[in-house]
């Protein structure tokens, strides 16, 4: 069946840092991608996503490409800032539905 | 409100209690799905709605979970005789058309067996 695979947290990181967190899936098929965040205390919102290969989704300053050679859609952003703590995760579409398949998701902490 | 809306927010039950969690999806949102959130992981499918019609339901754990959304806006996932491994916090979510392309999210139930 289809699965998500993303890195393991904590990341910590200091204010204006690089961030990458990786992301790798399997389906049959091309599903489409997503990444949401979960602020403190808040539910789930869609940060960006990706429906074909190649697409590039982005959002707030973060990036993602999906690579089918790669089965990959690693989250990117150049600055990370003390407001982009939270819990990342990425999330395939799977059949018809669209239900979601989401890996077990990845804490950012931010110090300044 | 425009969003997706649950309640209760938390619930405790006692082992063996039969519960009833609510999801009001966004108006006019013809799928809806309910997802299982346990401590420190990712959202697990358990059910999907097109309208009235419950077209998957793969993803219940047990006989004791059942859900409807009889007239194809509000649901009810409900659990019987709640066991301590239910304890997690179930997650709603809406989208306009199937498939969906992009689900919108409720805060959630935390529910927790004692």
């Known amino acids: 069946g289809n699965s998500v695979t993303q890195m393991e947290g904590p990341v910590t990181l200091s204010e204006e840092a690089f961030l990458t967190i990786n992301c790798t899936y399997t389906a049959t098929g091309y599903p489409s991608l997503f990444w949401y965040v979960q602020y403190p205390g808040e539910g789930l919102q869609l940060l960006l996503k990706?429906?074909?290969?190649?697409d590039k989704g982005s959002n707030k300053g973060f990036e993602a490409t999906y690579r089918k050679e790669t089965t990959s859609f690693h989250l990117e952003k150049g600055s990370v800032q003390v407001s982009d703590s939270a819990v990342y995760f990425c999330?395939?579409?799977?059949?018809?539905?669209?239900?979601?398949?989401f890996g077990q998701g990845t804490t950012l902490q931010v110090k300044p | 409100g425009a969003g997706v809306s649950q309640s209760p927010r938390y619930k405790v039950a006692k082992r063996g209690q039969d519960v009833a969690l609510r999801c009001d999806p966004i108006?006019?949102?013809?799928?809806l799905f309910w997802y299982q959130q346990a401590l420190g992981q990712g959202p697990e499918f358990l059910t999907y709605?097109?309208?009235?019609?419950?077209?998957?339901k793969s993803g219940l754990p047990s006989d004791r979970f059942f859900a409807e959304r009889p007239e194809g806006s509000v649901s009810t996932l409900k659990i019987q005789r709640t066991q301590q491994e239910d304890s997690a916090v179930y997650l709603c979510?809406?989208?306009?058309?199937?498939?969906?392309?992009?689900?919108?999210f409720g805060p959630g139930t935390r529910l927790t067996v004692l």
């Open positions: 999330a395939s579409g799977s059949g018809n539905t669209g239900k979601l398949i």
């Open positions: 709605f097109q309208n009235e019609a419950q077209l998957d």
């Open positions: 990706a429906t074909k290969a190649d």
């Open positions: 979510a809406s989208s306009l058309t199937p498939p969906a392309v992009e689900q919108f």
């Open positions: 108006s006019g949102h013809v799928s």
